[in-house]
């Protein structure tokens, strides 16, 4: 069987070489019409509009279809697809929480918490994933930890509800109610008028 390389990429039978150059002709015209216009946010090829998206973005959607393909009592088969996921991209944070959530949904605590440290550890500027972690090791009993992933993701992140009330209550819980109420304080200041947050600073306040 007669075969050539093109450019040491690919290999083709002779009788197609021919329809693979005109391809690759097309191919090379269509993209070498391109014009980038960072200060407008544009990218046009061929006249026609494109945008730039991080692939890990997409696993959100890859998710979703998982969760419709592998519905209630078929979270093993969602597993296995989200890990084979994550073997292709390893850097997907999105994938790594995702695993974590089917893990919590088969009662496998120990194994969602990692999963959930990796998309925490890989996504830092994600305020939901190391509040998930947070939570994830508060309910391990790991209290400490807990409170150490909030306070740095609450450097990063110093408006997140979420970080602030767990904060506010890991502390409480915690036996530290100065800093309780420090971050309980903090959180009435972004909600103003919220029974809730109100009811927490009464609390924290009164002397024990």
Known sequence: ?????????????LSLSAVFARAEDV?????????????????????ERYILVRAASLSV?????????????????????????LA???????????????????????????????????????????YVYAVALQSDGRLAEAIGVLEDAYRRH????????ALATFHRD?????????YARKLQALLPDNPAADRLVQELAVPE
Do not use: C, K
């Open 1 to 13: 069987m007669s075969v050539r390389w093109r450019r040491g990429l690919v290999a083709v039978l």
């Open 27 to 47: 191919v090379s015209r269509y993209f070498a019409d391109r014009q980038h216009r960072p200060e407008h946010g544009t990218i046009e090829i061929a006249g």
């Open 61 to 85: 959607e890859f998710f979703s279809l998982v969760r419709e393909l592998y519905g209630p009592g078929r979270e093993p088969e969602a597993e296995g697809w989200l890990r084979r996921g």
């Open 88 to 130: 292709v991209n390893p850097q997907s944070a999105d994938l790594a929480h995702a695993l974590g959530l089917s893990l919590v949904r088969q009662q496998r605590p120990g194994e969602a918490t990692a999963a959930f440290a990796q998309a925490a550890g890989l996504a830092p500027d994600n305020p939901r994933y190391p």
């Open 158 to 165: 110093p408006g997140d509800l979420d970080i602030l009330s």
């Open 174 to 182: 915690g036996g530290n109610r100065q800093a309780a109420l420090r």
